[in-house]
């Protein structure tokens, strides 16, 4: 059974817009959460954190909304840029590991 | 710095071969483990290691064997390839279960 869950496999998005990509967890017992960035034919790239003592972080364009008592975390990119068309993967942290969902494909449209 | 590399980056084995995939991080991490992507399942670990000989298995750890002789690699080694492992395999590092995890640039496998 999924732990970590990415229920939209693809979002496409006008450039200069908003980005919202979600994700959803079972565990209660995670407390540390991190957006990861893949482009095709390389490794997940880290891209923002969160711990479950925080609701909210931001870095630059990109902000991770963390919703403890829905299990629910959303990513925003604002303003959305071409470069940001990748896929996204969310994970949670457990001791000595990490359990990552099924990622969505993000298409920004110039 | 060169992170965490791996090598080789394309390989196509015939089923019953077996291969070692090997992974190397220059970053003093003591957490390392194996992904493997496979289209609609995204990243499901197949085995970590928490430091130098100690390793235990992830969620799809089946046909895989690992060891952690230095803190520096970290090998995976199929013992007979099957087409169900064809798949992109991701190697990665962390400081801490808590901090970010480093990726490699994957190995890309197909078993025919």
């Known amino acids: 059974d999924q732990q970590v869950k990415q229920n939209s496999p693809s979002l496409s998005v006008q450039e200069g817009r908003i980005s919202i990509l979600n994700c959803d967890y079972t565990?209660?017992?995670?407390?540390?959460f991190l957006w990861y960035k893949k482009y095709p034919a390389e490794g997940p790239t880290f891209l923002i954190s969160?711990?479950?003592?925080?609701d909210k972080n931001e870095d630059g364009r990109f902000t991770v909304f963390l919703n403890k008592s829905a299990k629910h975390l959303s990513l925003h990119i604002v303003p959305s840029q071409p470069g940001d068309s990748a896929v996204y993967f969310c994970a949670a942290s457990e001791p000595y590991k990490y359990i990552f969902g099924t990622g969505t494909r993000l298409k920004v449209l110039a | 710095n060169a992170g965490v590399t791996q090598t080789p980056k394309f390989q196509v084995l015939k089923t019953g071969q077996s291969m070692t995939l090997q992974c190397a991080q220059d970053?003093?991490?003591?957490?390392m483990s194996w992904y493997r992507q496979d289209p609609g399942m995204g990243l499901r670990l197949i085995h970590y290691s928490v430091g130098a000989g100690i390793t235990d298995q992830g969620e799809v750890p089946n046909g895989y064997n690992v060891s952690r002789s230095t803190t520096e690699d970290f090998p995976l080694r199929l013992l007979s390839a099957a087409p169900s492992q064809t798949s992109v395999y991701f190697c990665a590092s962390s400081y801490a279960s808590t901090t970010e995890a480093f990726f490699g640039q994957g190995t890309r496998l197909t078993v025919v």
């Open positions: 970053m003093n991490h003591e957490y």
């Open positions: 565990n209660s017992m995670f407390d540390y």
């Open positions: 969160i711990s479950s003592i925080k």
